[in-house]
């Protein structure tokens, strides 16, 4: 399968499941319902499904008020109230709502994306079933250089000419050899087989897989906060930010106060009030006589873009 590309079959499915609607007296979110089912492409194979989800902005704000029906107050008490929890870390609201995604990921993306232990998992059983011939292959502009600064990151350069084509050669290579060897071992034709469990050690971990991922708004929150960064890697990055863009259309009014509160702000250590104040006064703050450290002093640097 290429990119995207589903089988007839699983594309008739979701359109069938997208052309059916059922009434209801349960409160839905307009937003979603525009995408609900529908596969987002993100890197070369993977993708984000909504698969369902419960609650909308007034879902939290009811919440908050332990009221008993949606409410009669005004649109804009309701977006104060959610903004008034967000800002105080009144957080139990905002888990009434939840979601519950269809993921498609490689595996290096799949380690990091489940140590997010607040969520539940159903990952597609490789003992079970075999694996797809399908393999994330980074585009060349992400075919980026180790970083030499961060031991954890990359360059904004990319690999190049001959380096690039040789590394994604060995990439391709790799990945064809090791299904064909995965499917060798596998096979039964005059032999025993090995067990799908054991013959799967063999694939790379740019192999992909599936799964079913649940969560609430407030950990969803807490998810996007730490991998839709810059200090996360590329690839959860990605899917991090096809979460952000689900979370806007969901429920705007409780990701517009995330945005501000939480994704765009910063905290500011008593240490850096404090030097913050005296900067106001008008003395003149240096390095020097900040009494910060230099990794502190670059970073408080860095949140004001100075
Ligand atoms: C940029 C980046 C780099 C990273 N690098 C590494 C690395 O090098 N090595 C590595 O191992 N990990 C690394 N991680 C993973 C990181 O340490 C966390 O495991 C991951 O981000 C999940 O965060 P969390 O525990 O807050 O989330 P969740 O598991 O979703 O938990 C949400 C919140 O619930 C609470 N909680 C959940 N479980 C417990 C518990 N058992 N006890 C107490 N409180 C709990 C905590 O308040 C937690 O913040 C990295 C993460 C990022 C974003």
Excluded at 37 to 49: E, S
Excluded at 76 to 83: C, F, P, Y
């Amino acid at each position: 399968m290429e990119a995207m590309d589903l089988t007839a079959e699983q594309l008739e499915e979701i359109e069938h499941q997208r052309s059916c609607s059922s009434a209801t007296r349960r409160v839905t979110s307009p937003g979603i319902e525009e995408l609900i089912y529908t596969p987002l492409p993100i890197l070369d194979q993977g993708f984000i499904r909504v698969v369902d989800y419960m609650g909308n902005d007034g879902s939290i704000v009811q919440a908050a008020r332990v009221s008993y029906g949606t409410g009669t107050r005004k649109t804009r008490n309701d977006e104060a109230l959610i903004r008034f929890l967000m800002r105080h870390q009144h957080t139990t609201p905002f888990e009434m709502c939840e979601i519950k995604l269809h993921v498609k990921l490689p595996l290096f993306v799949a380690r990091q994306w489940i140590r997010h232990r607040t969520a539940s998992v159903n990952e597609y059983s490789a003992r079970y079933s075999k694996l797809d011939n399908e393999f994330y292959i980074p585009s060349p502009e992400h075919l980026a250089a180790q970083s030499t600064s961060n031991r954890q990151g990359r360059e904004q350069i990319t690999l190049s000419g001959d380096e690039a084509a040789e590394v994604l050669g060995i990439l391709k290579t790799d990945s064809t050899r090791n299904y064909a060897n995965y499917e060798y071992m596998l096979d039964t034709e005059g032999k025993q087989g090995l067990a799908r469990e054991l013959a799967r050690m063999n694939l790379p971990a740019n192999v992909y897989t599936q799964w079913y991922w649940k969560i609430d708004l407030h950990n969803l929150f807490h998810f996007i906060k730490l991998r839709n960064d810059s200090h996360a890697q590329y690839e959860i990055q990605a899917y991090a930010r096809c979460m952000n863009d689900i979370t806007r259309a969901w429920v705007p009014a409780a990701w517009k106060a995330f945005d501000d509160y939480v994704s765009n702000a910063a905290s500011l250590s008593a240490a850096a009030i404090k030097l913050l104040n005296r900067k106001l006064l008008g003395e003149q703050v240096t390095f020097e006589n900040s009494g910060l450290t230099k990794r502190e002093w670059i970073e408080l640097l860095m949140i004001f873009e100075l």
